[in-house]
């Protein structure tokens, strides 16, 4: 356990950032996946929207956004 209180304070907010993180990236997951079973074009700009905003709060990586958007992209062409 932390003896300073801003280290206190740190593990506290590390604990909430992790739920609220691994939230996110659990639905990105579930999105993702769904869209690879059935990919319309109705669908695909939510895909897109969920991954940017997850870049957008470093998340994940925004090269790694850009490069699914890509890949999901073209899966609409076939």
Do not use: G, W
């Not at 939510?46 to 992209?73: E, G, M, P, Q």
Request: positive net charge; hydrophobic residues 40%; proline residues 4%.
């Amino acid at each position: 356990m932390p003896v300073i209180r801003s280290a206190a304070k740190k593990l506290r907010q590390a604990k909430i950032h992790t739920v609220r993180n691994r939230a996110v990236k659990d639905d990105l997951k579930k999105t993702i996946a769904a869209f690879r079973r059935k990919p319309t074009a109705k669908e695909y700009p939510r895909v897109v929207s969920k991954l940017s905003k997850a870049a957008k709060l470093n998340i994940i990586h925004s090269n790694k956004s850009a490069r699914l958007a890509s890949r999901l992209s073209k899966l609409l062409v076939k």
